[in-house]
């Protein structure tokens, strides 16, 4: 391949051209990723059966977590955001939680299946 100037400038634009399309698929993954956060409905334990059984609360003050007497914290020191069945979330004051597929948990609930997170 020659190394006229006319070539180092085609090389350029071609490489110009590639990143920015290589770009344009990561930045449509941010995007959906941002507006996925946000339609996620957040467990309401008025109306999920499940959050129900599980006792689950937005609001972990509220919920009886001493009675529960769940094993490796102190229960006042349980919250959803320490909870082994959590990953943080994109969207602040929120974890997902395995328990709840499709939805969200509130950082600071808690439910009767809580387990300290391991490591
Ligand atoms: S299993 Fe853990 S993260 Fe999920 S709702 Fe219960 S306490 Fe929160």
């Known amino acids: 391949m020659s190394d006229k100037p006319i070539n180092k400038s ?9 990143g920015g399309l290589a770009a344009v698929p990561v930045m449509n993954l941010v995007a959906t990723a941002a507006a996925y956060a946000q339609d996620v409905p957040a467990v309401d334990p008025a109306t999920d ?13 509220t919920a009886d977590r001493a009675g529960a007497a769940r094993p490796g914290l102190p229960p006042d020191e ?33 439910c009767t299946s809580w387990t300290m997170r391991a490591g």
């Not at 085609?10 to 590639?18: C, E, I, Q, S, Y």
């Not at 599980?54 to 609001?59: C, Q, R, V």
């Not at 955001?81 to 600071?108: I, M, R």
């Open 78 to 110: 349980q919250f959803c955001h320490n909870c082994n069945f959590s990953q943080p979330y994109a969207e602040e004051g929120y974890e997902s939680c395995t328990l709840f597929p499709g939805k969200k948990v509130a950082s600071n609930g808690w």
């Open 10 to 18: 085609r090389r350029d634009a071609v490489k110009t051209v590639l």
């Open 49 to 61: 059966p499940t959050a129900q059984a599980l006792k689950y609360h937005p609001d972990a003050t």
